[in-house]
């Protein structure tokens, strides 16, 4: 590796400087190595970002099947009527006008011991450090009857995607008979966004509170419990009165079943629910293509270096965002965003003969909109230790609880917040 | 880097007590002002009422964190974030906001 920061190399640097500075920059970029970012979302758009902006002479590609991005964070906002698609929908010309080079393909197959990445157009990439930030597969038919043909009648909108899920599900709910019923299958942990289907609940009931006041909502829930559960259900009596039933597990929430065509849910005990719009959130793991390059165990996730998130499996392979195993941190777009920036500098840190960050700190907040002007918030610092990671003690937790005549300040206030979260971790990822 | 040390070491000679002595002690500025851009900024620079942190006032920024760790200052999340880091990253935090322009 050409290590041109050396003080060692600094004497035969100033007598190779004249030529250095005569060549192409793309000859002179070729020479500080290749990163490759596979997935362009709150991981790899912000490692895109982060590593060009840092090492302008690497050379930075990243690889995205869509030509632009739909955040999976203020979808729910479209299920609320208070945001478009077009306000949730980025472009990458930020990042091609930074120097990255965007190429809009998916990546089929990695070859780790090759360091080769296969695209479906048949192209093959090269790298020296491969940055790998694929998001979730839904695992189909875990729920059964719960196929790629089935989310068409009942949305999961889990992931962005080209906008259609989002859309379709918001389509539905302007469509809900009067008084009808709305019905979420909510999953076990682990899954992406721990607080997104509580926010989501919110959002609808938010919708039909003004358009269908006499709908329902039933959310069957694989678990007992659920991230802010304590702030989202101080929300829900305060806003929404008896709109909305929580149904946890232990009372029969699992759903096992769905049946789209008569549009029912089976639960674990055989009940049958009808519902006039379902929105299933089935159960995840890392992407195909970190399960099909053997990164993942049997969980499905990909267990990772807590330090520079390289793969236990493949060396050379950083693996960032929800596909990795990292709890306790959540799988949150600020997460992706904020180990993004840790794994660059290890990745990158052999290469350029800069530094990893030695003692990193990862950073989590997670905004949700409980209704209109209304937020929740929680906030985490984590680090890593010998076995995985730890929240610091004593610090981050929930936005305070309490009656809303006391807390209107604080909510309104963290709804605002939200939205400058919403802005500013955009722009880190697209500016 | 070693002039910012050294004017560390002039302030802590000449005020009593934590934060305005505090010594960043080899803690990375930069990457842990990474967490902020989420919020404050994508160049720290704000974001709608969020704070614009660059050329922060180093004392000034010691004294705001440490009234919100302890809750003399109302915040709405500042107070639990404030509580995650140590003396010496808060340090290095002032330190890097006071040195953008």
Sequence with gaps: MNNRYSRRQFGSLITASAATLAMPRVLRAQTEGRLLVIGGGFGGATAARFAKMTYPDVSVTLVEPHSSFVTCPYGNLILGGKKQLSNITHSYDGLRARGVNVIHDRAREIDAEGHRVTLDGGDVLEYDKLILSPGIGLRWNAIEGYDEAASEIFPHAWWGGDGSQITNLRAQLEALPEGGVVGLSIPDNPFRCPPGPYERISMIAHHLKQANPTAKILAFDSKEGFSKQGLFEDAWAELYGDMIEWIPASQDGRIMRVDPENKLFISEFGEEHRVDVGNVIPPQYAASIARDAGLTNESGWVPVDQHTFEAEAARDIHVIGDANIAAPMPKSGYIANSTAKTAVKAALAEITGRPAWEDPVYFNTCYSHAGADYAVSVAAIFRPTAEGFEATPDSGGISPRGPLSELSRNRRLESRYADAWYESITNDMFS | ?101
């Design chain 2, 1 to 101: 880097m070693r002039r910012k040390r050294f004017f560390a070491i002039a302030v802590s000679l000449t005020c009593a007590g934590w934060p305005l002595t505090a010594l960043s002690e080899g803690a990375n500025g930069q990457m842990l002002a990474q967490a902020c851009v989420g919020c404050h900024g994508a160049s720290w620079d704000g974001q709608g009422a969020i704070t614009d942190l660059r050329g922060y006032d180093r004392d000034s920024f010691l004294r705001v964190w440490e009234e919100f760790r302890t809750d003399e200052r109302p915040a709405t999340i500042m107070n639990r974030i404030t509580r995650g880091y140590t003396e010496a990253e808060v340090a290095a935090l002032a330190d890097f906001f006071a040195s953008l322009d």
